[in-house]
Nanobody, 116 residues
Framework: QAQLQESGGALVQPGESLTLSCVVSGIPFGDKAMSWFRQGPDLAREWIAR????????AYADSVKSRFTITRDNSQNTLYLEMNNVETTDTAVYYC?????????WGQGTEVTVSS
């Protein structure tokens, strides 16, 4: 069974940078596309980035395009989200997600708060 563990969330100021990590176990990580989602206060969970199994294809939501970068290290079974020039609207719990045999697996989330 897939297990996903996010980390790296913190309190940061607008304009700063932060990198989130998601360590995956229990599945062949290098075979699976991965995604980041986030859920802000009183908001629905939204998709923000996706990366193919080998990192050759990435896609971003308009809200984070040009500021966030999704990458992966298949040798370390780890997914990353580099967040640059963060804004107060980036305040949310961030989740990594994958799908195995039609079943979605989520981490428990890591909290990012952007505030001056």
């Amino acid at each position: 069974q897939a297990q996903l563990q996010e980390s790296g969330g913190a309190l940061v100021q607008p304009g700063e940078s932060l990198t989130l990590s998601c360590v995956v176990s229990g599945i062949p990580f290098g075979d699976k596309a991965m995604s980041w989602f986030r859920q802000g206060p009183d908001l629905a969970r939204e998709w923000i980035a996706r990366i193919s199994y080998d990192g050759s294809y990435v896609a971003y939501a308009d809200s984070v395009k040009s500021r966030f970068t999704i990458t992966r290290d298949n040798s370390q079974n780890t997914l990353y989200l580099e967040m640059n020039n963060v804004e107060t609207t980036d305040t949310a719990v961030y989740y990594c997600k994958t799908k195995v045999d039609g079943i979605d697996y989520w981490g428990q989330g890591t909290e990012v708060t952007v505030s001056s």
